[in-house]
T-cell receptor, first 113, second 112 residues
Framework: SQTIHQWPATLVQPVGSPLSLECTVE??????LYWYRQAAGRGLQLLFYSVGIGQISSEVPQNLSASRPQDRQFILSSKKLLLSDSGFYLC????????????FGPGTRLTVT | QKEVEQDPGPLSVPEGAIVSLNCTYSNSAFQYFMWYRQYSRKGPELLMYTYSSGNKEDGRFTAQVDKSSKYISLFIRDSQPSDSATYLC????????????FGQGTRLTINP
């Protein structure tokens, strides 16, 4: 069966510091990968998605970037965090082809102080 | 106007009640419709998905899609305290990448 991991689970970082969040998927190959941010009491905002190694699409202009160095690894980064980057970051995967269901990881709660 | 509208609640009902959760949308190209359940401080869990119009049942859960009205619903029968969570609707068209558009989520509490 497929499993998706995210780490760290919780992170507190000062404004201006760098960020690296990691997501890995097991039990599948060639997944589509997604990064979402969820602000308190709000829905999910799609930040980036990737259909293959090195292929990244950005949905919103922001202080963040994403990379996919391996087939089942997706990384979310920032060079300098802003207060507005605080939130719950979720990684998700879906199968390639015609499956539209997405499966989410446990999330990383980021607080920028 | 948001592409997907969902009443954020909160919604509080007694145990055993039938719960109705709803979303409306504006993009007629949406073909796939999903419901996710999210417990506090956890990632969303896929509950049900449907393609195009119609009903789908899975145990105590029934998903309905009415494309003519651009309206989807999730019904929970014999609600349990363990059903207390935030429920998110999501939908997608079949063009391009498999991107989902989410509703804001409805916070549901089932009181014992």
């Amino acid at each position: 069966s497929q499993t998706i991991h995210q780490w760290p689970a919780t992170l507190v970082q000062p404004v201006g510091s760098p960020l690296s969040l990691e997501c890995t998927v097991e039990g599948t190959s060639n997944p589509n990968l997604y990064w979402y941010r969820q602000a308190a009491g709000r829905g999910l905002q799609l930040l980036f998605y990737s259909v293959g190694i090195g292929q990244i699409s950005s949905e919103v202009p922001q202080n963040l970037s994403a990379s996919r160095p391996q087939d089942r690894q997706f990384i979310l980064s920032s060079k300098k965090l802003l207060l507005s980057d605080s939130g719950f970051y979720l990684c998700a995967w879906s199968g390639d082809g015609f499956s539209y269901e997405q499966y989410f990881g446990p999330g990383t709660r980021l607080t920028v102080t | 106007q948001k592409e997907v509208e969902q009443d954020p609640g909160p919604l509080s009902v007694p145990e055993g009640a039938i719960v109705s959760l709803n979303c409306t949308y504006s993009n007629s190209a949406f073909q796939y419709f999903m419901w996710y359940r999210q417990y506090s401080r956890k990632g969303p869990e896929l509950l049900m998905y449907t393609y195009s119009s119609g009903n789908k049942e899975d145990g105590r859960f029934t998903a309905q899609v009415d494309k003519s009205s651009k309206y989807i619903s999730l019904f929970i029968r014999d609600s349990q305290p363990s059903d207390s969570a935030t429920y998110l609707c999501a939908m997608s068209n079949i063009q391009g990448a498999q991107k989902l558009v989410f509703g804001q989520g409805t916070r549901l509490t089932i009181n014992p």
